[in-house]
């Protein structure tokens, strides 16, 4: 019994050590010192101490910032320079003849003293745009763009922006349907740009996607908003079938009246009716005439 007990608690401790290596894995780096957080200078933390990784005799390349990359969620790597520093200063050395051996940075890195770091920039270093539209009969807030309507014929604009990040760069606004495929292109203005469409016709229904461009780090980047659906309402059939039924309408009564009236006018009136017939009776007229003059 006694054996069972020590051999449980042996179990639990063995993956309670694996557990916790399983939890610091992942790979405590962070990029500093840019405009965004996938892209700055590159920073380790080991043994309970943040420092810059030093780029003195490192000869990284894209496919160890690759690694880097990956572990923040940025995207993959379009950069990696050497920067150098105001002064000296404590630094970790990663080799990169040890990251390519799979082996984690912090197993690779050592203590250093150098004014040489490295700066590293991913690919996903841009925030999402936002996509919005809104047309000149019915406003929509972009939290309804999941079904966008516009009338035929009405003027509608699909609004591009992001937020402020980097100076400049430029919009475009792809457009894709079963039957055609279009860009058009603004520049950034206001870290935001408006797609004005003068009338809304069947050939704009489709889906559209902005994609934001910019220029930094020495690179083009870009960054695309999910898509939104655009939906084109044609009116016009509902709007000559509620103008032509109720003048067919109208046309018929006016067509009963008169038929009727007109029917009215051919019997014969109430004195006609009166009037004997003296034919039918069997006295001649002239006998009748005779009649009432002796009287």
Request: aromatic share 10%.
């Amino acid at each position: 019994m006694d054996h069972l007990l020590v051999l449980l608690l042996l179990l639990l401790w063995n993956s309670g050590l694996q557990a916790e290596e399983n939890h610091n894995s992942t790979e405590p780096v962070r990029l500093v010192g840019g405009d965004s957080r996938c892209a700055g200078t590159l920073e380790l933390k080991h043994q309970g101490d943040w420092r810059p990784v030093s780029g003195s005799d490192s000869y990284w390349t894209l496919k160890e910032a690759a690694a880097v990359c990956r572990d923040l969620d940025c995207g993959s790597a379009v950069s990696v320079e050497e920067r150098e520093g105001s002064s000296k200063r404590s630094m970790w050395r990663i080799s990169s003849y040890c990251v390519q051996s799979r082996s984690t940075l912090r197993e690779c890195a050592a203590s250093h003293s150098s004014r040489y770091i490295l700066n590293l920039t991913c690919s996903d270093l841009l925030l999402q745009p936002n996509i919005s539209g809104s047309s000149s009969v019915d406003r929509v807030s972009e939290a309804q763009q999941q079904g966008f309507h516009v009338l035929r014929g009405s003027t509608f604009t699909i609004s591009c922006s992001v937020q402020p990040q980097y100076p400049g760069g430029s919009f475009q606004l792809t457009f894709t349907s079963s039957t055609s495929a279009l860009k058009y292109t603004q520049p950034a203005v206001n870290h935001s740009a408006h797609f004005l469409f003068p009338a809304a016709e069947p050939a704009h229904q489709g889906s559209y996607r902005c994609v934001y461009h910019v220029y930094v780090f020495s690179h083009d980047f870009f960054s695309e908003s999910r898509l939104i659906s655009l939906t084109v309402a044609d009116l016009r059939p509902f709007i000559i079938r509620a103008i032509v039924l109720p003048l067919i309408l109208l046309l018929e009564n006016i067509g009963l009246y008169f038929y009727y009236k007109g029917k009215r006018g051919q019997r014969p009136s109430r004195r006609e009716k009166a009037e004997p017939d003296y034919y039918n009776l069997g006295v001649p007229a002239a006998e009748e005439e005779g009649a009432q003059g002796a009287e």
